[in-house]
Protein backbone atom coordinates (compact mmCIF):
# COMPACT_ATOMS: atom_id res chain seq x y z
CA UNK A 1 0.00 0.00 0.00
CA UNK A 2 0.87 3.45 -0.79
CA UNK A 3 1.21 6.28 1.51
CA UNK A 4 1.49 9.80 -0.30
CA UNK A 5 3.70 12.93 1.12
CA UNK A 6 0.78 14.96 1.99
CA UNK A 7 -0.69 11.65 4.33
CA UNK A 8 2.86 11.00 6.22
CA UNK A 9 3.25 14.78 7.06
CA UNK A 10 0.03 15.16 8.19
CA UNK A 11 1.02 12.53 10.94
CA UNK A 12 4.11 14.61 11.90
CA UNK A 13 3.85 16.42 14.81
CA UNK A 14 3.69 20.15 13.72
CA UNK A 15 7.37 21.44 14.95
CA UNK A 16 8.58 18.20 12.79
CA UNK A 17 6.42 19.33 9.98
CA UNK A 18 7.41 22.45 10.39
CA UNK A 19 11.22 21.62 10.23
CA UNK A 20 10.45 19.91 7.07
CA UNK A 21 9.09 22.53 5.39
CA UNK A 22 12.14 25.07 6.66
CA UNK A 23 14.49 22.82 5.26
CA UNK A 24 13.07 22.22 2.26
CA UNK A 25 13.05 25.90 1.61
CA UNK A 26 16.93 25.56 2.15
CA UNK A 27 17.61 23.05 0.06
CA UNK A 28 15.65 25.22 -2.61
CA UNK A 29 18.03 27.96 -2.24
CA UNK A 30 20.85 26.28 -2.33
CA UNK A 31 21.98 25.73 -6.16
CA UNK A 32 24.57 25.78 -8.48
CA UNK A 33 25.84 28.01 -11.08
CA UNK A 34 24.67 25.55 -13.69
CA UNK A 35 20.92 25.14 -12.24
CA UNK A 36 21.30 29.30 -11.80
CA UNK A 37 21.46 29.82 -15.60
CA UNK A 38 18.95 27.15 -16.34
CA UNK A 39 16.59 28.91 -14.26
CA UNK A 40 17.28 32.31 -15.88
CA UNK A 41 16.34 30.50 -19.10
CA UNK A 42 19.74 30.88 -20.54
CA UNK A 43 21.93 28.46 -22.48
CA UNK A 44 25.88 28.60 -22.40
CA UNK A 45 26.09 29.41 -25.48
CA UNK A 46 23.87 33.07 -24.95
CA UNK A 47 25.46 33.39 -21.77
CA UNK A 48 29.05 33.14 -22.69
CA UNK A 49 27.99 36.60 -25.51
CA UNK A 50 26.94 38.19 -22.77
CA UNK A 51 30.06 37.19 -21.09
CA UNK A 52 32.27 37.84 -24.33
CA UNK A 53 33.62 34.53 -23.94
CA UNK A 54 33.81 30.70 -25.38
CA UNK A 55 30.81 28.35 -24.27
CA UNK A 56 33.46 26.06 -22.78
CA UNK A 57 34.43 29.19 -20.70
CA UNK A 58 31.10 29.29 -19.58
CA UNK A 59 31.25 25.33 -18.93
CA UNK A 60 34.84 25.56 -17.17
CA UNK A 61 33.40 27.92 -14.82
CA UNK A 62 30.22 25.71 -14.07
CA UNK A 63 32.61 23.31 -12.70
CA UNK A 64 34.69 24.91 -10.79
CA UNK A 65 34.42 24.98 -7.28
CA UNK A 66 37.36 27.71 -6.84
CA UNK A 67 36.85 31.17 -8.88
CA UNK A 68 38.10 34.52 -8.44
CA UNK A 69 35.62 36.78 -7.02
CA UNK A 70 35.50 38.85 -10.62
CA UNK A 71 34.68 35.84 -12.33
CA UNK A 72 31.64 34.68 -10.07
CA UNK A 73 30.58 38.80 -10.09
CA UNK A 74 30.42 38.53 -13.88
CA UNK A 75 28.75 35.58 -14.30
CA UNK A 76 25.82 36.69 -11.67
CA UNK A 77 25.70 39.79 -13.80
CA UNK A 78 25.47 37.76 -16.55
CA UNK A 79 22.42 35.74 -15.64
CA UNK A 80 20.87 39.18 -14.15
CA UNK A 81 21.59 38.93 -10.51
CA UNK A 82 23.66 40.96 -8.46
CA UNK A 83 26.34 39.49 -6.06
CA UNK A 84 26.61 39.94 -2.57
CA UNK A 85 29.13 38.12 -0.12
CA UNK A 86 27.34 37.33 3.17
CA UNK A 87 29.80 36.62 6.22
CA UNK A 88 28.07 34.81 8.80
CA UNK A 89 29.34 34.76 12.82
CA UNK A 90 28.22 32.47 15.85
CA UNK A 91 27.48 35.31 17.69
CA UNK A 92 26.18 38.10 15.86
CA UNK A 93 23.57 38.48 12.89
CA UNK A 94 25.04 37.95 9.36
CA UNK A 95 27.19 41.37 7.56
CA UNK A 96 27.51 42.36 3.73
CA UNK A 97 30.97 42.48 3.20
CA UNK A 98 31.39 45.38 1.06
CA UNK A 99 34.39 46.04 -1.15
CA UNK A 100 34.46 42.91 -2.39
CA UNK A 101 33.43 41.39 -6.20
CA UNK A 102 32.39 44.93 -6.69
CA UNK A 103 34.33 46.56 -10.28
CA UNK A 104 36.53 48.74 -9.74
CA UNK A 105 38.19 51.05 -13.04
CA UNK A 106 41.45 50.93 -11.75
CA UNK A 107 41.03 46.75 -12.32
CA UNK A 108 39.76 47.08 -15.76
CA UNK A 109 42.80 47.99 -17.77
CA UNK A 110 44.83 45.20 -16.52
CA UNK A 111 41.54 42.80 -16.91
CA UNK A 112 41.57 43.65 -20.46
CA UNK A 113 45.28 43.44 -21.20
CA UNK A 114 45.15 40.19 -19.73
CA UNK A 115 42.30 38.87 -21.75
CA UNK A 116 45.07 39.56 -24.95
CA UNK A 117 47.39 37.71 -23.23
CA UNK A 118 49.59 40.74 -22.73
CA UNK A 119 50.37 42.77 -19.25
CA UNK A 120 50.08 46.71 -19.25
CA UNK A 121 53.34 48.43 -20.39
CA UNK A 122 55.10 50.03 -17.22
CA UNK A 123 57.34 52.86 -17.00
CA UNK A 124 60.54 52.46 -14.96
CA UNK A 125 58.99 54.18 -12.19
CA UNK A 126 55.76 51.41 -12.35
CA UNK A 127 53.58 53.86 -14.07
CA UNK A 128 51.20 52.61 -16.87
CA UNK A 129 52.45 53.67 -20.29
CA UNK A 130 50.16 54.51 -23.63
CA UNK A 131 51.79 51.02 -25.38
Known amino acids: MTVSLEEVLNQMPEEERAEVFRRA ?24 KKLKIGQ ?17 RDYVEGVGGKLSLVVEFPDRAPVVLSGFGEGSES ?5 QAAKRGKRPARSKAGRRVAA
Open 107 to 111: SKPRK
Open 25 to 48: DEIRQEINLREMRRLRKLTQVRLS
Open 56 to 72: EGVSRIEKRSDLYLSTL
